[in-house]
């Protein structure tokens, strides 16, 4: 059975950071096939960043500079690091990934909530 499973999402106050895992499970993924989405309420669901072929990474315009994909190739783990957070940064977080046959996954999703 494959799985993304997210975990690291909370409360945090504004200026904060907060870390996000997903591990992936139970098919083939490659780092160049993983990202992070998030859907805030009222709105459609929006990459926030994701690796890209050739090992480049691609963020989205509000979070350049304060969040950071990475990848742990030993622990099938793709991480989120979000530093600087905004009131507007708050959504449900979701993983991504499309495995070794092209099929799209995605984690259950965890919620990021930024707030005094």
């Known amino acids: 059975q494959v799985q993304l499973v997210e975990s690291g999402g909370g409360l945090v106050q504004p200026g904060g950071s907060l870390r996000l895992s997903c591990a992936a499970s139970g098919s083939i993924f490659s780092s160049n096939a993983m990202g992070w989405y998030r859907q805030a309420p009222g709105k459609q669901r929006e990459l926030v960043a994701a690796?890209?072929?050739?090992?480049?990474?691609n963020y989205a315009d509000s979070v350049k500079g304060r969040f950071t994909i990475s990848w742990d190739n030993a622990q099938n783990t793709v991480y989120l690091q979000m530093n600087s957070l905004k009131a507007e940064d708050t959504a449900v977080y979701y993983c991504?990934?499309?495995?070794?046959?092209?099929?799209?996954?995605w984690g259950q999703g965890t919620q990021v909530t930024v707030a005094l």
């Open positions: 690796f890209t072929s050739g090992g480049n990474t």
């Open positions: 991504k990934g499309t495995d070794l046959w092209k099929y799209d996954y």
